[in-house]
Structures are given as structure tokens and as C-alpha cells.
């Protein structure tokens, strides 16, 4: 039972242009969503999150946007650069049905090619 | 602050031997999580500890995973009679426990476990 889904194994983009890393989630009790980046051999580095109160929150170049009838979110990064080249993960949080543990999707590997 | 630490970093082992791992976390977190990762998914989370009271152990955590957070500082995960199945990468994450930095869990490296 996949309750979060990363639906693109990859993304290949150029050095400038804008990345779009899309994630869906099935379970309605989400209230907390975030992006981790992981490099290889590295553990998980948190990126940037939103409340489900929200529909947009923004740092830097990294946007995360959520739409929560659609139950999708999606993280945008304007420019890329190729130190942007790493996995990403989409991980969601439901306070009231599993505390603060996170349930991530499979990731998406990203290549920002120069 | 040097983040979340974890040792060893790799661990191989033979099948049916006893592994533990330690982590290290970020000193003034209160919550620490363990998570295992295997190839080509996500981290699946495992059990999850609020200063030294283990809170929530997920169905993966068979009765052969023990962990302990003793005094509410580091944390230990032992693996015992250990399987092929248990080869994954083990990473441990912590957050402090007050509002939405609540959510925001910090990864350590990871330990990396092969078991042959």
C-alpha cells in the first residue's frame, strides 16, 4: 500500500532551466509534507516543507506547491544547477494517525546536465 | 552541532550473527526515528523514541530488532540472528519536539548492512 507515490523514476534538465519533481499521496490524514535530497552514500537532507494549510511555500530557488483536492504536491526549482543532480524524496506526515514518522515515496533522480 | 552521527558506517556480517548500530543525535533533539532503506524505495520507518520512551514500533520491526535510547541521548538498534533480508541501509533522524520543527526530521549517513 503505496501511500505516497513518486511516479517518475527520473528527470533529466538543463543547467538553467526549471525542475519539476511531481508527488502523490492517497492518505487524507497527511498534514505535513516535505522534500529530502539525497546524495549518494549521504543520508537524506531535508530541502523544504508545507503545512497542509497552505498551498505554496517558497526558499530560494525551491518551491513546494500542494494541492490538496488533488492530493498532489510538487517542488519546483528555478534555476537548476548540476549540483541540483541528486535523488528526491517526497515524504508526508499525519500527526493524528502515526505522530511525526514520515512515509516517503520512492524518489526521483534528478540530472541537471550543464 | 556536528549533526546526527551514526557508526559503523558499513557493517558486513554473516547470516544468523548478532549486528548493533548506534547513533549519535543532534543534542538538543528530543525525538529520534530509525528508518530502513533498500534499493530503488524510500525510507520505511521502523520505530521512533521521545527523549528515552520508545513511542511506536512498525509491523517491519520483528521481534529479532530491538532498540534502545538509554538516558534519552544516543540510541542502539540490534539486529539479531540477522537474515539476508536485513541487508538495507538502517539511517537514524532526529527532531526537536515543538511545532512544525516537529516534522522536520535530520538524517544521519546511514549504516550500510550486508548480510552474506
Known amino acids: 500500500d503505496q501511500q505516497v507515490k513518486q511516479n517518475s523514476p527520473s528527470l533529466s534538465v538543463q543547467e538553467g532551466r526549471i525542475s519539476i519533481l511531481n508527488c502523490d499521496y492517497t492518505n487524507s490524514m497527511f498534514d505535513y509534507f516535505l522534500w529530502y535530497k539525497k546524495y549518494p552514500a549521504e543520508g537524506p537532507t531535508f530541502l523544504i516543507s508545507?503545512?497542509?494549510?497552505?498551498d505554496k511555500n517558497e526558499d530560494g530557488r525551491f518551491t513546494v506547491f500542494l494541492n490538496k483536492s488533488a492530493k498532489h504536491l510538487s517542488l519546483h526549482i528555478v534555476p537548476s544547477q548540476p549540483g541540483d543532480s541528486a535523488v528526491y524524496f517526497c515524504?508526508?506526515?499525519?500527526?493524528?494517525?502515526?505522530?511525526?514518522?514520515?512515509?516517503f515515496g520512492a524518489g526521483t533522480i534528478l540530472r541537471v546536465k550543464s | 552541532d556536528t549533526g546526527v552521527s551514526q557508526n559503523p558506517r558499513h557493517k558486513i556480517t554473516k547470516r544468523g550473527q548478532n549486528v548493533t548500530f548506534r547513533c549519535d543525535p543532534i543534542?538538543?533533539?528530543?525525538?529520534l526515528y530509525w528508518y530502513r532503506q533498500t534499493l530503488g524505495q524510500g525510507p520505511e520507518f521502523l520505530t521512533y523514541?521521545?527523549?528515552?520512551?520508545?513511542?511506536?514500533k512498525s509491523r517491519l520491526l520483528s521481534d529479532r530488532f530491538s532498540a534502545e535510547r538509554p538516558k534519552g541521548s544516543f540510541s542502539t538498534l540490534e539486529i539479531q540472528r540477522t537474515e539476508q533480508g536485513d541487508s538495507a541501509m538502517y539511517l537514524c533522524?532526529?527532531?526537536?519536539?515543538?511545532?512544525?520543527?516537529?516534522?522536520?526530521?535530520?538524517f544521519g549517513p546511514g549504516t550500510r548492512l550486508t548480510v552474506t
Open positions: 515524504a508526508a506526515s499525519a500527526t493524528a494517525e502515526y505522530g511525526n514518522k514520515l512515509v
Open positions: 523514541f521521545q527523549n528515552e520512551a520508545q513511542l511506536e
Open positions: 533522524a532526529t527532531s526537536s519536539g515543538s511545532g512544525t520543527a516537529a516534522y522536520e526530521q535530520y
Open positions: 508545507i503545512s497542509s494549510i497552505k
Open positions: 543534542s538538543e533533539h528530543n525525538r
